[in-house]
C-alpha cells in the first residue's frame, strides 16, 4: 500500500502545523489567569518538535539537491 501524501504535502503539513499550534500557544500565553482543558507547555513542546522536523526535511532536501550537480 501506497503512502497518501508525498514528500512535499508532508513538508507542507509540518509547517502548517508547527505553525498554528505555535500561534496557539502563543494566544494562550496572554491569558495566564485562566485554566484550559490542554497544557500550554506541551502545546508548545510539540509546535516546536514539529518545526524542528520540518526544519530537518528542509536540510534533507538541500543536501539531496546539492549532491545532484
Avoid: C, H
Wanted: hydrophobic share 55%; glycine share 2%.
Amino acid at each position: 500500500m501506497q503512502f497518501p501524501l508525498s514528500y512535499q504535502d508532508f513538508r507542507l503539513w509540518l509547517a502548517i502545523n508547527a505553525i498554528v499550534l505555535l500561534i496557539t500557544s502563543e494566544l494562550l500565553s496572554y491569558y495566564p489567569g485562566k485554566t484550559f482543558m490542554i497544557e500550554k507547555k506541551r502545546l508548545r513542546a510539540v509546535a516546536l518538535i514539529l518545526g524542528i522536523i520540518f526544519m530537518v526535511t528542509i536540510l534533507i532536501q538541500a543536501y539531496q539537491t546539492s549532491t545532484v550537480f
